[in-house]
């Protein structure tokens, strides 16, 4: 059985699927290192514009395996604490993946989002809940820190630093519709209707430039590090000038306005 699943349910889109229900797609290594794998050869998929992580039956993902998170070869003759430090550092890469995707990532947060789950979620670039989802910060309920995987550096960013305090603080649950209200997903749907919604999103923006969604995303991120609006907005200016001088997007665009149609970026 494959742990990680991943298809093509429209022409440019790729839905990667964690697939052990059983265990709620728990962070186990034979379930993270092939979704790492499978996202950086995704990344590198020029048919692929948009990509969709969601995870299989009722729950997303429920952050660490407690029952049987595995044994990798890269741990033999290391004593624990060595074994943790190269753990850490598989799902740490996870996350990076994410964010350092070409394409845009939408996490479709079928159900619970616990612990590393969270920190999952947050990496995604867009967000749309099930009402059955909900987000814990589980490692402050278990006598550790709930800071784990990014969370405290993207939680505050996507809901402001008080909001995010209290979440991680407190350790409490955050279901569908709060995590709307503060900002956390984009918006919350029924259950039977979540992968249609985040079709719908990804074939509007694989509609436009290759290009110009791939710069868009590396530009929001980039925002989001910036050390100043200065810096940032020259950052901003060379990506728009490359897109605009070396290709024929904005011709195209003028053009097909004009004739009533569907432009047709060929970047």
Not at 10 to 27: E, K
Not at 53 to 66: I, M, Q, W
Not at 149 to 173: H, K, N, Q, V
Not at 245 to 265: D, H, L, S, V
Request: charge should be negative; hydrophobic fraction near 40%; proline fraction near 5%.
């Amino acid at each position: 059985m494959s742990f990680v699943l991943v298809e093509k349910p429209t022409p440019y889109i790729t839905q990667i699927t964690l697939n052990r229900p059983d265990r709620m797609n728990a962070m186990a290594f034979d379930v993270m290192v092939p979704f790492k794998e499978a996202l950086e050869k995704v990344s590198f998929d020029n048919e692929t514009r948009v990509v969709i992580v969601t995870g299989a039956g009722e729950g997303f993902c429920s952050g660490a395996d407690l029952e049987d998170p595995g044994w990798m070869d890269i741990f033999d003759g290391l004593t624990v604490p060595g074994i943790a430090r190269r753990a850490m550092k598989i799902l740490d890469d996870v996350i990076k993946t994410i964010v350092d995707m070409h394409q845009p990532v939408i996490g479709a947060i079928n159900g619970p989002a616990i612990g590393g789950g969270f920190c999952l979620a947050m990496a995604t670039d867009i967000r749309v809940a099930s009402q059955r989802a909900y987000f814990r910060p589980a490692g402050i309920n278990n006598g550790l820190t709930s800071a784990e995987l990014g969370l405290s550096y993207l939680l505050p960013r996507a809901i402001g630093t008080s909001r995010a305090f209290e979440i991680m603080l407190t350790g409490r649950d955050v279901d569908a519709e709060e995590a709307q209200l503060l900002g956390m997903v984009s918006r919350t749907v029924p259950a039977d209707t979540l992968l249609h919604e985040c079709y719908a999103i990804a074939e509007r923006i694989s509609g436009f430039s290759q290009l110009g969604v791939e710069l868009s995303k590396q530009m929001l991120w980039a925002g989001i590090d910036a050390g100043s609006l200065h810096t940032h907005m020259n950052h901003e200016g060379h990506a728009q000038l490359f897109v605009r001088m070396t290709t024929q997007n904005f011709e195209e665009a003028i053009k097909a306005r004009k004739e009533g149609r569907p432009p047709q970026y060929k970047d």
